[in-house]
Nanobody, 127 residues
Framework: QVQLVESGGGLVQAGGSLRLSCAASGRTFSLYAVGWFRQAPGKEREFVAA????????YYADSVKGRFTISRDNAKNTVYLQMNSLKPEDTAVYYC????????????????????WGQGTQVTVSS
């Protein structure tokens, strides 16, 4: 039903910045919370950030607090992840995902709560 497409990944040096975009289909986008996850080679998929359906509440992994910012523009059916002060350990494939609007709080840190996933975009940070 809901399709998500990530873009904006690339290769940057440590200390640089990137902005990822997650474009969603459908007029029901505003009913979904959206999260960003990442997966590095040989590691489990991990939570990065999430935003409530209204955009009023945000959540971040400790590893990215103060460096990453999640936001959304429901009129454009798009969620963004602004990544600043990038580190080599941020290197991963980044995925966006959508969860029902009734899912909130700590549950948004669990990948099992999300119904729809994008294909991912590669972020590589060199030292």
């Amino acid at each position: 039903q809901v399709q998500l497409v990530e873009s904006g990944g690339g290769l940057v040096q440590a200390g640089g910045s990137l902005r990822l975009s997650c474009a969603a289909s459908g007029r029901t986008f505003s009913l979904y919370a959206v999260g960003w996850f990442r997966q590095a080679p040989g590691k489990e998929r991990e939570f990065v950030a999430a935003i409530s359906h209204s955009g009023g509440d945000t959540y971040y992994a400790d590893s990215v607090k103060g460096r990453f910012t999640i936001s959304r523009d429901n009129a454009k059916n798009t969620v963004y992840l602004q990544m600043n002060s990038l580190k080599p350990e941020d290197t991963a494939v980044y995925y966006c995902a959508a969860a029902p609007g009734g899912i909130f709080g700590y549950r948004l840190t669990f990948n099992g709560e999300y119904l729809y996933w994008g294909q991912g975009t590669q972020v590589t940070v060199s030292s």
